[in-house]
């Protein structure tokens, strides 16, 4: 009678419990099984081969941190271009050469190998199944929509080990991982020439925006 | 009307009356009292025979004694319990643990089989499980042995209630009231539903299996059976109300 | 026994009057895992479709149309971009590799796709997969055809055989005989035929599960070809041009429908996603693939939310209907609830044997509801593969079904309170003697 009723009231309660449970917790594998298709040959473009988690922590990092120091763009413009029209042909030539040098812009090499946090919104770039698996991270709202593109030292180039399915454009994330200098992988690009372009990273830890 | 052999009220069987009633009072919500009791009681083991016309408030006094009512005044003690004095949930559980009832028909389950009929009160009373295991047997088994004792072969256990005839019900019915040998066996009118020769058989068979430990209050308009007990009482002489109507 | 047992026997024993009620919770569950599965498997699907490819390129339109129609084939450009841009793009140093898209004809109900041979080469789905030829090859030839493997099933084509393509899109009448139309050439509502230009297969593609099986791929120079002779969607009167006749043309496109790109860097697909925008030379709308996907997500989501809602609505209305039969059903049982009482169950024990009862019954329902999901995914899976050319994997449970049938059963144990309420108030009243 008693141990009945309890254990009934339980099983309640663990319904309601298991019904609260989030539908789209993120998943931490969730691409589905492999499906029933040939693919003879993986021909899969070469992601950068993913290290280890790395060790030691990581810092709270902001934008700034991956400007070099002495990088001023708007230095080289000779004219006074604020005075212009927007649509004086000098003023469009001097923001055609203003993104150039954004498209550009050097890395600061003191950040290769940082462990760093940080935050800022997503673009996705490929999914695995509907499953994000590769994004980049943009230190502003709305950066491919209605607002320029950011430079190339303010946009990380990021993987993730485990695609998330929760994520979606212009999500505001935290990510933790260890950043690196990206280096130009083209298959034209000639042997010996390291070009760095840009910033990357494989995510280890990505968790919605909470000011803090 | 008493009959000849007239046990003690007070048990000299040693320990409390199987029932004593005390000025029991009782009306249905919204109408005059129907049950005006003085007294009245039950010696532990003796079995009591009860008659009266219908409407003489025979079934209201059942639920009354069974704990399943709960009068308005008076006292109502089963194996020396007061059950007014219980909370509604000790009192449907002393019920379980004390007292056994037979109704007249429909008294089984009909989905589920002779045996787990006969199971039932054990699944709602420790006490008679395990009274009904101090001889060393499973509760199943014991049911099956007294479903042997009542008649009722071994094809039939595992039979669902339904299939059964009238009279192997009564029998089943009757196995499931006495198993764990409860304090006080109440049974409303079990025989009206069964022949001449069924009836008597039944009521040997309940009387034999009631033996000296388990009280018996059979109720019905029978006369015929009223010789075999050991106690007779009409239903008029019981209950003042019923006797103020029959003299109006 | 215990109280679940002898409820679940007492279901049973009545299973007639109930099964109508466990019928519709059944279905109702099978609705909303359905409405579940089927969003997820779209949603893959349609991602699924494309991969690696860092922005697709069309004249200026909504990012979406021009999704749509470069990667899905659904719906047909109005515009087109002109060659001279597409190869402005092919020839940007920050650009890898291009894939030209030309859309407008069809055969037989599918869409014909104008490429170059880069489509063969860097074209990848799902996780990277590149195409590969189940049958022959791409030969290069002027008038030879690639055919998608649904394509290729469907129509019972193999390598070498000929076929003709229709002008116009792809709904404009599906399998139109080619063979005995005689009013080929005649402009104005009926499908129009490159008669005189076969082309001969000359590869199948492996299945891929993406809008690639339905569809045929030729060379751009034969979309060319085939359209000299053709002025604003008809043949002119009067001139035909023989093989040989072609020759001499310079077989160059001019328009076409869509650029698919890929980066040398792709991190640089912002800026260069900007530069294609804001080209001078032509009104050109630059997408970047996963962005419009995600952003079509957004649009249907105001959908999905309204078709769960409208699920768990008729999951209401199947439990409602669940609790009415068994209150229903409870004047009967008065007796068995009175004998029940008499051997020492509480009221307590009547409530809990009514909501036990009504918990197994949508458990007993829910789970017909999953079965009849498989079930119902056998069928569904390969009616979205003929329509849309999307591999639906419906059979595959979602992350969050196994809460969703706990908290559906917790539902049903919580509709059967009032029966069980009924039943407990019943029990009380009756005594020994139900008034049936």
């Known amino acids: 009678m008693r141990p009945l009723l309890q254990s009934s009231l339980l099983l309640c309660a663990a319904l309601a419990a298991l019904s609260g449970c989030q539908r789209d917790a993120p998943d931490a594998d969730g691409a589905p099984a492999a499906q029933a298709l040939p693919s003879a040959n993986q021909l899969a473009p070469a992601a950068p081969t993913a290290p280890a988690p790395g060790a030691g922590p990581v810092h709270e990092a902001e934008w700034f941190a991956l400007l070099p120091a002495d990088w001023e763009p708007a230095r080289t413009f000779s004219e006074d271009v604020e005075s212009l029209n927007d649509n004086d042909p000098r003023a469009l030539a001097a923001l055609a050469k203003l993104r150039a040098a954004w498209a550009n812009a050097p890395v600061e090499p003191a950040m290769d190998g940082a462990r760093i946090r940080i935050g800022g919104f997503i673009i996705p770039l490929d999914t695995d199944y509907g499953a994000v698996s590769e994004l980049l991270l943009v230190p502003y709202f709305g950066a491919c929509i209605h607002a320029p593109p950011p430079p190339a030292n303010q946009v990380i180039h990021v993987f993730l080990r485990a695609p998330r399915r929760d994520l979606k454009m212009m999500d505001a994330v935290h990510i933790s991982g260890t950043l690196r200098l990206a280096r130009n992988r083209s298959p034209d690009n000639v042997a010996g020439l390291i070009e760095t372009v840009g910033y990357e990273m494989t995510a280890e830890q990505i968790v919605p925006y909470r000011p803090e | ?248 | ?436």
């Open chain 3, 1 to 436: 026994m215990t109280l679940l047992l002898l409820a679940c026997k007492s279901a049973w024993s009545r299973r007639g009057a109930l099964a109508l009620a466990i019928l519709s919770i059944m279905l109702s569950v099978a609705l909303l895992l359905t409405v579940e599965r089927l969003r997820h498997a779209a949603r893959d699907s349609f991602a699924a479709s494309l991969s690696s490819t860092d922005l697709v390129v069309g004249p200026r339109d909504h990012p979406l149309r021009l999704l749509l129609h470069s990667v899905f084939h659904i719906g047909t450009p109005d515009t087109g971009m002109s060659w001279a841009s597409a190869q402005r793009i092919a020839a940007d140093p920050a650009v890898a590799w291009t894939i030209p898209l030309a859309l407008g004809d069809s055969h037989r109900g599918f869409p014909v796709i104008a490429t170059s041979s880069a489509f063969f080469a860097h074209y990848r789905y799902a996780r990277a997969q590149p195409l590969v030829f189940a049958a022959g090859a791409d030969d290069g030839g002027l008038f030879r055809v690639v055919l998608g493997a649904e394509v290729a099933r469907r129509l019972g084509y193999h390598t070498g055989d000929q076929l003709t393509l229709s002008h116009g899109g792809a709904d404009a009448g599906a399998d139109a005989d080619t063979d005995t139309d005689h009013h080929a050439n005649h402009h104005g509502g009926r499908q129009a035929l490159h008669r005189d230009k076969p082309f001969t297969v000359s590869g199948v593609l492996a299945p891929t599960g993406t809008p690639v099986d339905r569809a045929l791929y030729i060379g751009l120079h034969a979309m060319q070809a085939i359209h000299l002779d053709w002025h604003g969607g008809a043949p002119i009167p009067g001139v035909t041009l023989s093989n040989a006749d072609l020759r001499k043309f310079d077989l160059e496109p001019t328009q076409i429908s869509a650029v698919m790109v890929g980066l040398k860097q792709r991190a640089a697909v912002l800026s260069m996603q900007r530069k294609f925008n804001s080209a001078t030379e032509e009104a050109l709308t630059a997408v970047i693939p996963a962005v419009a996907l995600s952003q079509l997500w957004e649009l249907t989501g105001s959908a999905e939310r309204v078709l769960d809602a409208i699920s768990a609505l008729v999951l209401v209305v199947a439990l409602c209907g669940l609790a009415a039969a068994v209150l229903a059903g409870l004047n009967e049982r008065r007796r068995e609830l009175a004998i029940l009482r008499a051997v020492g169950a509480r009221p307590l024990h009547i409530f809990l044997l009514l909501v036990c009862e009504g918990g197994a019954l949508v458990l007993i329902g829910a789970a017909g509801g999953v079965i009849l999901v498989q079930l119902a995914a056998l069928g569904l899976a390969p009616w979205a593969l003929a329509q849309w050319g999307l591999v639906f994997d419906l059979s595959r449970p979602g992350t969050g079904e196994l809460s969703l049938l706990a908290a559906v059963t917790g539902a049903g144990l919580l509709a059967s309170v009032i029966p069980g309420w009924r039943a407990y108030r019943l029990s009380l009243g009756d005594g020994l003697a139900p008034r049936t």
């Open chain 2, 1 to 248: 009307m008493t009959s000849a052999r007239h046990k003690s009220a007070d048990a000299a069987q040693g320990g409390a009356p199987a029932l004593a009633v005390d000025s029991l009072r009782f009306a249905w919500p919204g109408q005059p009292p129907c049950l005006d009791v003085a007294r009245f009681s039950i010696g532990a083991g003796e079995t009591v025979f009860l008659h009266g016309p219908s409407g003489s408030g025979k079934t209201t006094l059942l639920s009354l004694l069974a704990g399943i009512l709960l009068a308005q005044a008076g006292a109502v003690a089963v194996a020396g319990h007061d059950l007014g004095t219980l909370a509604a949930r000790r009192r449907d559980g002393f019920r379980a643990d004390h007292i056994g009832i037979l109704f007249q028909q429909f008294n089984l389950v009909p989905y589920l089989s002779a045996l787990e009929n006969v199971l039932l009160p054990c699944r709602f009373s420790a006490r008679r499980t395990r009274q009904a295991t101090a001889a060393g047997l499973t509760p199943r088994q014991e049911a099956a042995r007294l479903l042997g004792r009542l008649g009722i072969g071994q094809l039939l256990h595992t039979r669902p209630a339904a299939a059964l005839s009238v009279g192997e019900q009564q029998r089943v019915a009757a196995a499931r009231a006495l198993i764990g040998q409860p304090t006080l066996l109440i049974a409303d009118e079990p025989t009206s539903a069964l022949d001449e020769d069924n009836a008597h058989a039944f009521l040997d068979l309940l009387l034999s299996e009631c033996g000296d430990s388990c009280a018996l209050l059979l109720v019905s308009h029978d006369l015929r059976l009223a010789p075999r007990f050991d106690r007779s009482v009409a239903m008029a002489d019981l209950n003042r109300v019923a006797r103020a109507e029959a003299h109006r």
